[in-house]
């Protein structure tokens, strides 16, 4: 899907491969892996290929994690906080709306501060939590990357499916090249799809890999 609209080649990569060096982005996807036993996340995060995507990350490369990829992010200690139970404490899946809370990150530049976005979501435990600290810096430091919100673009707590605090649907890392969230913007690439919103996410990645080529 991502080779298919963004125009770039795709290699999968297997959990026990450890060698990145020729690419320039990762993205972990969503999906349950290991059977989200224990922790959704937990247990990925023991994978070969992570300590390789920690030193990716670290080099200043892109890391996007949709969904599980987000969980997966926040267990390796890539992104801070931590996903739980949604709180209704049932499975989730529906399309809803996010707004766009900063364009300065490599993946949502071609977006505009306060868009909203159609994209679905698909999970059990999309509830965002952390510290009072963790939330602080977060805010002080702009890394909250999109907010579930109303068609309208107002963020209430009708808007919030899953319980996260503060309706946070995505954040990035202090260096701005990680990215974490949980809808799915592979899954709304096209209109055939119900929604061609989530698109936009991967176009500005290509306009910042081009622009760093």
């Not at 529906?94 to 300065?104: I, P």
């Not at 319980?163 to 913007?185: K, Q």
Request: with cysteine.
């Amino acid at each position: 899907m991502i080779s298919k609209h963004v125009g770039q080649p795709v290699d999968f990569i297997w959990h026990r491969d450890t060698n990145l060096s020729t690419y320039d982005a990762v993205i972990i996807p969503g999906g349950f892996s290991y059977g989200d036993y224990l922790r959704a996340g937990a247990l990925a995060r023991f994978s070969p290929v992570m300590n390789s995507v920690r030193k990716f990350a670290d080099s200043g490369r892109f890391v996007l994690g949709i969904c599980n990829g987000f969980q997966i992010l926040c267990e390796a200690g890539l992104l801070p906080g931590a996903l739980i139970r949604n709180r209704d404490l049932y499975f989730i899946c529906e399309h809803l709306f996010v707004r766009t809370e900063t364009a300065d990150t490599p993946f949502t530049n071609e977006l505009e501060r306060g868009s909203v976005r159609r994209m679905p979501i698909a999970h059990a435990e999309g509830n965002y939590v952390c510290d009072d600290a963790t939330f602080a810096e977060l805010k002080d430091n702009n890394r909250i990357v999109f907010r579930y919100c109303d068609k309208e673009g107002r963020v209430t707590e009708a808007a919030n499916p899953n319980g996260s605090r503060d309706n946070i649907a995505g954040i990035c890392n202090r260096g701005r090249n990680v990215l974490g969230l949980m809808p799915h913007p592979e899954r709304a690439c096209e209109e055939l799809l119900g929604s061609s919103d989530g698109r936009d996410i991967f176009d500005s990645l290509q306009a910042t890999l081009a622009a760093v080529a």
